[in-house]
């Protein structure tokens, strides 16, 4: 094997540690929705804690990405890699561990913050890794397919774990990936930073703009316990709206800013984050509805439920594979718009499903093609969000897409399940509590947020074509990929 070949081999092996890394962020997000009543029951958890046990996590993993990305930048991304993984590796221990809601409720904080290092250190060293074009695009092909498949394997893996080892494993399972993939990052990773003089550390900008998007992440995801029109809501609204506020100034009079302004110069960049948190709020909370539909109205066990959703995480790396191929062939712009065209689609279908559904005829169609849509979306908008940035903002950029994507998910999830909730609390009020009418009042809930969420992704397509660059969507267009080496 020749040096080049050997450089090339390594270059891919790399990939693979680094896409399993982010497939366990994103499963970890997932895996413990199918727990949850097992856990409550465990650890004695009241009815109204129960939501901390998957808002614990998204509350540090969205309030401390951007600070995580600027970091990577400033320190080097396979250190922060290495403490990120270390962090979240010893915070799923914990969380098996726990013998309190408090305990268990801490360790899912601490992952979060874990992943916050993780995923835009991952993202920034693939970009940096792999030529723009062709090569790049094939590697975050597979980044798309692990990605957008973690969802739905953390809902089915969850089950198994549940059922047949206890809910302690959900959170075990990281702990043997984490202690790997640490033994090879020094081995196939290769340090980068910022090469510069100048190592001020802009603290003020990082505690204001960590707090105010804690304290905005917070706000969305309990609006399903608290409502929107609660004192709690509109404060915690008010404060967060005031240090992104502070955040802004302080960056402007920075002489190192953590958030350099001048990037969303950057018509596409711009755009791709819009749109990624389109998809976000359009999608994530597909996968709350969906279990609910099918655990509360067809009385699906945790185990089938979980199983149901096989064929849609398939069916998202096959798409991941095949986007890749499109856009270096069409470029980001139309592989985009196809895929939220897709979503939409979906969508609507699954707000169709009726009270007495079947799997095979209201549920694997739609499933299918949100899966396909949800590949064709997630790619491209990962490639137009990195595309045209200098290796010295990657991780800026890199954490900035999963910011918008993360606050996506909780703004749709905030927006979508108070839509569920208010139409299944309407019908309930008009059947004066009659039991039968549960399922009814539910599934008008679920075909409503569905409805809505396709309305998103429809926004989704407007923001596509109005603020992507078709320059810079064919920029990529490059090699053949039969041209770049299979991962």
């Known amino acids: 094997m020749t040096d080049a070949e050997a450089a090339q081999r390594r270059k891919w092996l790399a990939l693979a540690l680094l896409a399993t890394t982010q497939f366990v962020i994103v499963l970890d997000a997932a895996i413990v929705n199918v727990a949850i009543p097992s856990i409550g029951k465990d650890l004695r958890f009241s009815e109204e804690d129960l939501t901390w046990i998957p808002n614990a996590y998204a509350l540090t993993f969205g309030g401390f990405l951007l600070l995580g990305g600027r970091m990577a930048d400033l320190l080097g991304r396979r250190r922060l890699f290495m403490v990120g993984l270390v962090l979240f590796s010893l915070a799923s221990l914990l969380g098996g561990l726990a013998t309190s809601e408090t305990q268990l409720i801490a360790a899912r904080a601490l992952q979060g913050l874990g992943a916050a290092l993780l995923a835009p250190s991952a993202l920034s060293m693939v970009t940096n890794m792999f030529e723009e074009g062709a090569e790049r695009n094939k590697a975050l092909g597979v980044w ?3 990605s957008g498949s973690g969802g739905a394997a953390g809902v089915l893996l969850g089950g198994v774990l549940t059922e047949y080892l206890g809910w302690e494993w959900v959170l075990w399972v990281n702990v043997p990936i984490g202690v790997i993939a640490a033994i090879l990052a020094p081995r196939l990773l290769v340090e980068s ?3 510069t003089d100048l190592r001020h550390f802009d603290a003020l900008g990082a ?3 960590t707090a105010g998007l804690s ?3 917070f706000a969305l995801v309990d609006t399903i316990n608290e409502g929107w029109g609660s004192t709690q809501t509109l404060a915690l609204l008010a404060v967060a709206l005031v240090l992104i506020v502070a955040f802004v100034f302080i960056e402007l009079r920075s002489r190192d800013p953590l958030m350099p302004f001048g990037i969303f110069r950057m018509r596409t960049l711009t755009g791709a984050n819009v749109v990624g948190l389109l998809v976000g709020a359009s999608i994530f909370a597909m996968f709350f509805f969906l279990s609910r539909y099918m655990q509360q109205v067809l009385e699906y066990s945790a185990l089938k439920a979980g ?25 980001f712009k139309k592989v985009l718009i196809a895929g939220l065209a897709l979503v939409a689609l979906a969508l609507l279908w699954f707000a169709q499903v009726p009270i007495k559904g079947s799997y095979v005829s209201d549920l694997l169609g739609p499933m299918v093609i949100a899966a396909v849509g949800l590949g064709f979306a997630f790619v491209p908008v990962t490639i137009a969000a990195v595309s ?9 950029a890199s954490g900035l897409i999963n910011t918008s994507q993360q606050l996506g998910g909780a703004l749709g999830l905030a ?24 399922p009814g009042a539910l599934t008008e809930g679920f075909q409503l947020a569905f409805m809505t969420g396709a309305g998103f992704a429809v926004v989704g397509i407007i923001a596509t074509l109005v603020l992507v660059r078709s320059e810079d969507s064919q920029a990529v267009v490059g090699a053949s990929p039969a041209e770049v080496p299979m991962a």
Request: aromatic share 2%.
């Open 415 to 438: 927006v979508l399940g108070t839509i569920a909730s208010s139409k299944t609390t309407d019908l309930l009020s008009s059947a004066q509590g009659d039991p039968a009418a549960v």
């Open 144 to 146: 798309g397919a692990v």
């Open 307 to 331: 199983l149901s959703y096989l064929p849609l995480a398939l069916a998202i790396i096959a798409s991941a594979g095949v986007a890749s191929v499109l856009v270096t062939r069409l470029g």
């Open 388 to 396: 045209g940035v200098s290796q010295d903002k990657s991780g800026l």
């Open 215 to 217: 304290l905005l992440v």
């Open 207 to 209: 505690v204001t703009v």
């Open 193 to 195: 930073r910022r090469e």
